[in-house]
Nanobody, 111 residues
Framework: EVHLVESGGGLVQFGGSLRLSCVAS????????MRWLRQAPGKGLEWVST???????HYADSMKGRFTISRDNTKNTVHLQMNSLKPEDTAIYYC?????RGQGTQVTVSS
């Protein structure tokens, strides 16, 4: 069974930074592509970023240059470093593998 546990969310001021982490179990992590998604209040699920097993990364346009996804295969962990945060980044952030998501971690950016 796939199990994903996110952490690292919180309240941060405009322009601040946060680093999210997601620990995965139940998968062969080193050969798995991992994604970050988010859902803002009253909105649908939005793709944020993907990291492939070979380390290639992709970002949604609004996150390029501000967010960095990375992985540590020794710890079955994927990170999302978020810099220059804006109020519109306020959302629940989810780690995902295939159709499975974790429980999410809340990120709130105050103006």
């Amino acid at each position: 069974e796939v199990h994903l546990v996110e952490s690292g969310g919180g309240l941060v001021q405009f322009g601040g930074s946060l680093r999210l982490s997601c620990v995965a179990s139940g998968i062969t992590f080193s050969t798995s592509g991992m994604r970050w998604l988010r859902q803002a209040p009253g909105k649908g699920l939005e793709w944020v970023s993907t990291i492939y097993p070979d380390g290639r990364t992709h970002y949604a346009d609004s996150m390029k240059g501000r967010f960095t996804i990375s992985r540590d295969n020794t710890k079955n962990t994927v990170h999302l470093q978020m810099n220059s945060l804006k109020p519109e980044d306020t959302a629940i952030y989810y780690c995902a593998f295939g159709l499975t998501r974790g429980q999410g971690t809340q990120v709130t950016v105050s103006s």
